[in-house]
């Protein structure tokens, strides 16, 4: 979880439930991911242009003709996936709590929308 969230929705005493503790666990489970995600997307142009290249016209041409719009399109998405998954985790948290956890998901919703 972001320690912005993390800091902006911070009530004192909290204890959290263990359906809490477990969606905050997928959070963080999902934020890796999309880091492991942008990784594997960013290295992926590397493979296709070098792959069977046999030099450096080969490299070029490969260059100019690489999609770098669906590139850039697909490295801009990740961040509206996991933004979309934590949001719907923190709605679905803020629906089955009660009291202090209620508010505190409500303001993670608020804070990753």
């Not at 909290?14 to 999902?30: F, T």
Request: with cysteine; proline share 2%.
């Amino acid at each position: 979880m972001s320690s912005r969230a993390r800091d902006m929705c911070a009530i004192n005493g909290l204890i959290l439930s263990s359906s809490s503790l477990r969606a905050i666990r997928d959070i963080n489970d999902i934020q890796q991911f999309g880091n492991y995600l942008a990784t594997f997307v960013a290295m992926s142009p590397l493979y296709l242009i070098f792959k069977g290249s046999k030099g450096a016209v080969d490299v070029g041409h490969n260059i100019a003709q690489h999609d770098w719009v669906q590139f850039a399109d697909a490295m801009g998405g990740i961040p509206d996936i996991v933004r979309r998954d934590i949001t719907n985790i923190s709605e679905n948290q803020a629906i089955m709590t009660t009291g202090n956890e209620k508010v505190f998901w409500r303001c993670m919703y608020n804070a990753v929308r």
